[in-house]
Every structure is written in C-alpha cells, then in structure tokens.
C-alpha cells in the first residue's frame, strides 16, 4: 500500500506534529524553537494544530500513547481552571 492521502490516515505535518510530542526537550524554548525551525510554524499555530489533533480519531490509531499521554495533560489542566 503506498503512501498516498486518502482520508483515512493522518498528512505528513500530522505525523510530524506528533513526533515532535514525542521527544524530549531541555531549557526553556527549546520545544518552540524546533517547531519554528523544523516545522515552519509559530507556536501559536502549533498548539492550535495540536489540540485539534488530539481529538482526531485517525491521530488516536497513528499514536495512541503519546494521544492519550496529552489528552490526560489537557484534561488536567483543564480541571485546573
């Protein structure tokens, strides 16, 4: 089966949105700098992409643990407020 976008399955910057939430990051800034230089986006743009993925059922079957690792982080804060 080749690679080819279908719907069904997540695009790249999906994919590499997630990967990038699956790394370590140290120091402060470190995190939104690798989303400038590696993904082309603000920070802003990135989180907004992100939380969006959280809730696509296609990002759940690409990555359940790092998904459910930040829908648990997102519900926390949310109960925070």
């Known amino acids: ?43 802003v743009r990135y989180y907004q992409l992100l939380n969006a993925l959280l809730d696509d059922p296609r990002a759940l079957a690409h990555d359940p643990v790092t998904v459910n690792r930040l829908r648990r982080i997102r519900e926390a804060r949310r109960a925070e407020r």
């Open 1 to 43: 089966m080749d690679e080819e976008y279908d719907g069904t399955r997540l695009g790249r910057r999906e994919r590499d949105i997630l990967a990038l939430e699956r790394r370590g990051f140290s120091g402060p800034g470190a995190k939104e700098r690798a989303v400038r230089e590696e993904l082309g986006l603000a920070p």
